[in-house]
């Protein structure tokens, strides 16, 4: 590689030359995401608050609750029941959590816009689709990650209370398992389809207010609204198909993986609507 | 080498770039000249893809620029100083961008020394002056080696200094055989940079051409008299081709003959002479001349 020296040259005499070994490609662009989404301050604060918040509501969770138990409701509770109420303990958490990554997933692209940066990364990628495949990637990885972590940071926490008073869980136990997994999986399944959002809206302000409006007010709306296509329509719904991922409720209207289909659908639209609007806007 | 052939960009009903035909060659420094609104920035964005032109198309280096393999290694541009997210440190920016061409840490370095950034490489970019902001900008264009560079408005913002060092920088990499696409609006540092010059008004080209060939073409030249008879000078000068200005008393100027002939003209009828002086056209006053029909926003009150 010949270094670009400022003093000037022989004029007119060399050729242009570079050491044109490299080229772009997806692995590289997946590596810049990762670049891009370690470098910024508030990535890590975000991932540092979805650990806290989940590890810290499973403890409070789990105080309030053994004060409110009698010694007869704890001495001879059964297995499952003790199952049951850890899984519900550890999992409260992702109410809050949920809200976190959202708005990480929201300005992973919104940022770009925001600061003018996604001209830079557009014209390094100017085919632009693998740009938005890589940013997924890597939000859905390293969300994935630190939800698990959260999850077993909350596990940890409502254990530790509970084996006080005599109640625990293996965390092997197919049931925390499984409700691990869902929580682990709605969460950074959440992400993309946030990613997805800021993307299309190109606002953070804006792409905010819908992912938390479409998490947390458009349930309670559909549900006051009295006509039975309303009702029908509720386990349809985002939040409420991914928090049965992780919750334990046999009344569920839709199965385990049918919920995990709702979510993906979920994604899947807004990536597409991503996608079209991306390649065909001018950034 | 960039090519537009047609080059087209309407926004609703607002044409911003109106069927440009232009070749941008290697070896040299080609100047992007016009007034704001006339288009320039748009059809930069076009030529690395970031606007889609309504009609026609440019390509760099016989490809439009997607089709490239290692756009980055094709062209670099510094389009917008602006285009770099706040919250990250230069450093960082400068890697990301590398590693989607998979340019490795020590091309990251040299170009953070060549732009003279060592010293904020590993501040965020948000506290960055707008000199700052430029170098890093020229930085990141350098980091993939390109045989073709687009700056807009590279010194815009830098201290004297660095204008100097962008023109000696912008110059060499020309004498190297690169391919150097530069707009600025700052008409006197056009004169000392670019080799040729695309003037835009309007969304049009209203010249192409070498440096020297707008200035010599677009303004006559100019002499000024000083005379005691000046009205009497001015009677004689008067003709078709001549224009004569009478800013104060006893001093004219005079635009379509040659000061020899003035002064010749002077001795026949005897008249004395306190100052001949020819002005020399300055890229300024060309430039003025040729977009004078072509600003989209005029200061009236001012003309």
């Known amino acids: 590689m010949t270094t670009i020296t400022p003093t000037p040259a022989a ?38 608050l979805v650990i806290v ?38 999992t409260v958490g992702v109410g809050l959590t949920q809200l976190v990554v959202a708005v990480l997933g929201v300005l992973v692209m919104s940022g770009e816009y925001r600061t003018g940066m996604i001209r830079s990364t557009l014209t390094a990628v100017p085919r632009r689709l693998p740009t938005l495949a890589a940013k997924a990637i890597v939000l859905f990885l390293v969300t994935f990650l630190v939800a698990a972590l959260s999850l077993v940071g909350a596990f940890a926490a409502s254990s530790i209370v509970y084996a006080g008073e005599g109640i625990s869980a293996s965390v092997a136990d197919p049931d925390v398992l499984a409700a691990m997994l869902g929580a682990t999986l709605y969460l950074a399944l959440l992400a ?26 458009v349930p309670t709306l559909v549900q006051v609204i009295p006509a039975d296509w309303a009702q029908d329509a509720v386990p349809y719904l985002l939040s409420a198909a991914g928090t049965d991922l992780f919750a334990m409720d046999p009344d569920d209207a839709l199965e385990w993986w049918q919920n995990l289909l709702v979510v993906l659908g979920w994604v899947g639209a807004s990536g597409a609507g991503a996608a079209v609007l991306l390649a065909r806007r001018d950034a | 080498m960039i090519t537009a052939a047609g080059l087209t960009k309407r926004y609703g009903a607002k044409t911003a770039v109106d069927g440009l035909d232009f070749t941008v060659h290697p070896g ?16 930069m964005r076009m030529i690395v893809g970031l606007d889609r032109p309504t009609a026609g198309s440019v390509t760099v280096n016989g490809k439009p620029y997607a089709h490239h393999r290692a756009p980055l290694h094709e062209v670099g541009a510094l389009l917008d100083a602006k285009a ?41 970019v948000g506290g960055f002056s707008l000199g700052m902001g430029q170098r890093l900008g020229i930085a990141a264009a350098l980091l ?16 004297p200094e660095g204008v100097q060092w962008v023109r000696r920088l912008v110059r060499s990499l020309a004498a190297e055989g690169r391919t150097i696409f530069l707009s600025s609006h700052l008409m006197s540092e056009m004169a000392l940079t670019a080799d040729h010059l695309i003037v835009l008004g309007k969304g ?42 009478r800013s104060e008393a006893g001093l004219l100027e005079i635009t379509g003959v040659e000061a020899s002939g003035i002064g010749d003209l002077a001795a026949e009828h005897a008249l004395a002479i306190h100052e001949l002086t020819t002005l020399n056209a300055s890229l300024e006053e060309a430039y003025m001349a040729l977009t004078a029909d072509a600003v989209e926003y005029r200061t009236e009150a001012l003309r």
């Open chain 1, 11 to 48: 004029a007119g005499t060399a050729q242009p030359r570079s050491a044109r070994t490299t080229t772009l490609g997806f692995g590289g662009v997946l590596r810049s995401e990762w670049i891009k989404l370690r470098s910024l301050r508030s990535t890590g604060w975000s991932y540092l």
């Open chain 1, 53 to 90: 918040l989940a590890a810290g509501m499973s403890l409070l969770l789990a105080l309030t609750s053994l004060s409110g138990f009698g010694d007869e409701i704890t001495a001879g509770m059964p297995a499952e029941a003790q199952t049951d109420l850890i899984v519900r303990t550890m």
């Open chain 1, 192 to 217: 993309v389809f946030s990613l997805g959002v800021g993307t299309m809206v190109r606002s953070s302000a804006g792409g905010i207010a819908i992912v938390v409006a479409l998490v947390l007010v």
């Open chain 2, 28 to 43: 040299r420094v080609t100047g992007f000249l016009g007034p704001n609104g006339a288009g320039k920035s748009t059809t």
């Open chain 2, 84 to 124: 770099i997210h706040t919250g990250r440190t230069a450093e960082n920016h400068l890697r990301a961008m590398a590693a989607t061409h998979g340019i490795g840490e020590r091309r990251v370095r040299e170009v953070i020394e060549l732009t003279g950034l060592e010293s904020v490489a590993r501040k965020r």
């Open chain 2, 144 to 159: 993939g080696d390109p045989a073709t560079l687009l700056l807009d408005e590279p010194v815009n913002g830098l201290d």
């Open chain 2, 204 to 245: 049009r080209i209203i010249t192409d051409a070498p440096v020297a060939d707008v200035i010599a073409g677009n303004t006559g030249t100019r002499v000024r008299v000083r005379s005691p008879h000046a009205s009497q000078l001015a009677d004689l000068l008067a003709g078709a081709e001549v224009s004569v200005m």
